[in-house]
């Protein structure tokens, strides 16, 4: 628990610092709203804390057991199918595109609804979670797929509405968040680790980086399909 608080710590009080510097410094803020700061500062980092511990226990763990023993025991076909329904189930489960869905919703007047937003960008990452699978049984060279995968985003960038775009990009941001990226590298590491001939840096990583191209393509075809 030690070196969980010492990153908690290394983490949120500089950060807090500094916002407290502003606060009273700057802004000049009311002593009311400087101590409700602090008191959410501190919940923050209690929070953080237990979330970080959570992961180590939790999280890490059944994802290197579940990538594990999948490949022993279903075929490829149904690994990849496992693997889309795990990274569609965690990105729902992901705060940060629940932020994303709620700023978006409330800054398009209702237009674009949170669960359309939350749905498209959950199916892209569990399809990208399914191609970086691929990419691991296949051998297939990771500068390839983000090759192609970037390509495509270019190409679609000039068919997407204007006001789609930035919420496309964002998308592929916050699929990178606390709950999506624990799981995922550990769920690559635990397949690569039964795998014969496959490097544990080499194929075990990278997962994320392709997880982050599939929801920028999913929300860019929304906006050319619902835009």
Do not use: C, N
Request: charged letters at 10%.
């Amino acid at each position: 628990m030690k070196d969980v608080w010492r990153e908690t710590r290394q983490a949120v009080l500089p950060l807090a610092a500094v916002v407290l510097v502003l606060q009273t410094v700057v802004l000049s803020m009311p002593l009311a709203v400087i101590a409700r700061f602090l008191l959410g500062t501190a919940m923050v980092m209690a929070g953080l804390m237990l979330f970080l511990k959570g992961v180590r226990i939790g999280l890490l763990p059944m994802g290197q057991a579940i990538g594990a023993e999948l490949p022993k025991r279903t075929t490829f076909a149904w690994l990849l199918v496992l693997a889309f329904i795990l990274g569609f189930a965690v990105t729902v489960a992901e705060p940060d595109v629940r932020v994303l869905a709620y700023q978006v919703d409330f800054a398009s007047g209702g237009q674009i609804g949170r669960g359309l937003l939350v749905l498209s960008v959950a199916l892209g990452v569990g399809l990208s979670v399914g191609l970086a699978m691929l990419r691991i049984l296949l051998g297939v060279p990771m500068g390839w797929v983000l090759a192609a995968g970037y390509a495509l985003v270019l190409i679609l960038s000039f068919f997407v509405p204007a006001h789609f775009l930035p919420v496309a990009f964002d998308a592929g941001g916050v699929t990178t968040g606390p709950v999506t990226v624990p799981f995922i590298l550990a769920l690559g590491i635990g397949v690569v680790s039964v795998l014969g001939g496959r490097s544990a840096i080499g194929d075990g990583f990278g997962i994320v980086g392709i997880a982050s191209i599939g929801p920028v393509l999913s929300v860019m075809l929304l906006g050319i399909f619902y835009g």
